[in-house]
């Protein structure tokens, strides 16, 4: 899951069902099994392999929580009791673990694990499980640390206030077939909780760093509320705040804000996941406006045979590059859905994405409605490889970063040794932040029009609703949304990435806003850079008293 974004952004991982079934809908199933597995905790992987297990606990921001699941039989065994007319293949795709957390002898959440992980080997033969719920180190948001996350945004951030608390885990098995039949349980384990997730931050420790020219941009001298980014600081290096690894503001294009965290620097190459696949935008205005490409209105098979593709259908060759742009062609391609055919994880493993995207069924009720599409953007990518001159890794050098004085800089490439456009390139958060300040002087940089005014408009422009946002829409590969302080809205177009990366362009104050951050796959990646954004740095930069 390397690319995927919008999953996270959302917050709702499609592999749990965050929601409760309703009681009466429930069909019970007792066994008569033998005493119940155990769920037993550790504070660290090393004591995890070593199996030195814990039954009191201090849970911090920095913390790390494992368990071992330790089963008498595996799921698949207990699912056939539940569903003995389905075959192995049916329980797996129709089941799996239900998961229940209490606290202090309340049940605070409880969750039906939606099929596909653990994988079904797994399922089907093994009685141990090792999983993460908290990994700061190596998380990357494995179905265990999403369903940690889940429980803390339902109820679990409310229960665990700082203090002495009991927790209660269980685990029983489920199949969804007509109806919900779930077991008996069949693993649970309790551990003591000191509870310290709000430590007191005093922000006069924090000094923050004092920023410096950088090649292309100036040192701005404008105020802000210096104590309350030295706040935002502080809950970061304590862990409140996690895996952020960089925040760079520039104001009126000058660098106002500039820190680093992680082992990070203004030197470290970073990988924004998804921010790059904006990238692709701009370069496309850049082949218009130099002739390579006609217009957004040019269609797919100007450039390819649709002779050789799987599942012909006319409307598909007629598929322009502005579907692409916005995330509306009528490709049967949604990584919203994990059961789509076009599906990115499905993409990753294929010799050739681009064959895979182009043999895609076409949906007509797909067409023009956007649905976030990535292996769409790697076609784009590969048909401006195709178009430009010199191909799209030179063509962009020359005609993008040279001009901008990024020079350090690295892509990742397709199994074709195309730039991966699906979001596969690294700078640093200084070069990421003039990319945006780009948008900002509407295409212009040091004396010349880089990219075209009216593309900046158009690729800015609210060309889609996003369904089932308020008030949220998609540009030419751009997101845009208010961030609220208080009572009052600030727009912003903006780029974003798997982990909690952002290039943020403020719309009506003259912001760019830069956070690099390695969240990869964590369900709080997203929500806490709305946090940051609208509660410390709009605030501190606007001198609100919000």
């Not at 040019?298 to 012909?312: A, E, I, M, S, W």
């Not at 599906?343 to 649905?371: C, G, I």
């Not at 976030?372 to 001159?389: M, N, P, R």
Request: proline share 5%; net charge neutral; glycine share 8%.
């Amino acid at each position: 899951m390397k690319y995927l974004f919008l999953f996270f952004f959302l917050g709702y991982p499609l592999w749990i069902n965050a929601q409760d079934q309703s009681e009466r809908d429930t069909l019970q199933v007792h066994f008569d099994q033998e005493t119940p597995g155990e769920i037993l905790f550790t504070s660290s992987r090393e004591s995890l392999q070593k199996e030195e297990f814990i039954h009191h606990y201090v849970l911090s921001p920095r913390s790390n929580l494992f368990i071992a699941i330790k089963l008498q039989k595996p799921l698949i065994y207990y699912q056939k009791i539940l569903a003995p007319q389905l075959t192995d293949i049916g329980l797996f795709q129709q089941g799996n673990f239900q998961f229940k957390l209490w606290i202090d002898g309340k049940v605070i959440y409880r969750s039906n694990l939606s099929p596909g992980a653990p994988q079904q080997e797994i399922q089907q033969q093994e009685t141990t499980l090792k999983r993460p719920m908290i990994d700061q180190i190596n998380g990357q948001g494995s179905w265990s640390e999403f369903f940690w996350n889940r429980f803390l945004f339902n109820g679990g951030e409310k229960a665990l206030t700082d203090g002495q608390h009991h927790l209660k885990m269980e685990i029983r098995p489920y199949v969804n077939a007509d109806s919900l039949f779930v077991g008996d349980i069949i693993a649970s384990g309790e551990l003591q909780l000191s509870v310290n997730l709000n430590p007191v931050i005093d922000p006069d420790k924090y000094k923050l760093q004092q920023p410096a020219t950088y090649p292309g941009l100036k040192v701005s001298k404008a105020k802000f509320d210096r104590r309350r980014i030295q706040q935002l600081k502080g809950m970061i290096e304590e862990g409140i705040f996690k895996k952020l690894n960089g925040i760079v503001v520039l104001e009126h294009g000058s660098l106002l804000i500039e820190e680093y965290f992680n082992g990070e620097n203004r030197e470290s190459l970073h990988d924004p996941r998804s921010v790059g696949k904006t990238f692709a935008s701009t370069l496309t205005g850049i082949a218009i406006a130099d002739g390579y490409i006609k217009n957004e209105d040019q269609t797919l098979d100007q450039c390819y045979d649709f002779g050789k593709y799987q599942n012909p259908d006319l409307a598909k060759n007629k598929t322009t590059i502005r579907e692409l742009l916005t995330m509306s062609a009528g490709f049967d391609g949604n990584d919203e859905d994990p059961n789509s055919p076009g599906n990115e994880e499905n993409m990753y493993p294929t010799a050739n994405w681009v064959d895979f995207t182009l043999d895609l069924p076409f949906r007509k009720s797909l067409q023009r409605q956007w649905h976030y599409f990535t292996a769409g953007v790697v076609v784009l990518g590969d048909l401006l490889d195709k178009q430009v001159q010199g191909g799209l890794e030179s063509y962009a050098n020359k005609r993008l970063f040279v001009p901008l004085g990024i020079r350090k800089y690295r892509w990742e490439h397709t199994p074709q040794g195309v730039p991966n456009t699906a979001g596969g390139i690294r700078m640093n958060a200084l070069d990421f932040a003039k990319y945006g300040q780009l948008y900002k002087n509407g295409g212009y940089w040091n004396g010349k029009q880089i990219l075209p005014q009216a593309w900046v408009q158009k690729s800015l422009s609210k060309q889609l609703m996003i369904p089932e946002r308020e008030k949220e829409y998609y540009g030419y590969l751009f997101w845009n949304k208010c961030f609220h302080v208080g009572s009052k809205g600030y727009e912003a177009y903006y780029c974003a990435g798997n982990g909690g990366n952002y290039i943020i362009i403020m719309n009506d104050i003259p912001y760019v806003i830069v956070i690099t951050a390695s969240a990869y796959g964590q369900a709080y990646a997203h929500k806490q850079v709305d946090r940051i954004v609208s509660e410390f740095l709009l605030p501190a930069l606007l001198n609100t008293g919000q």
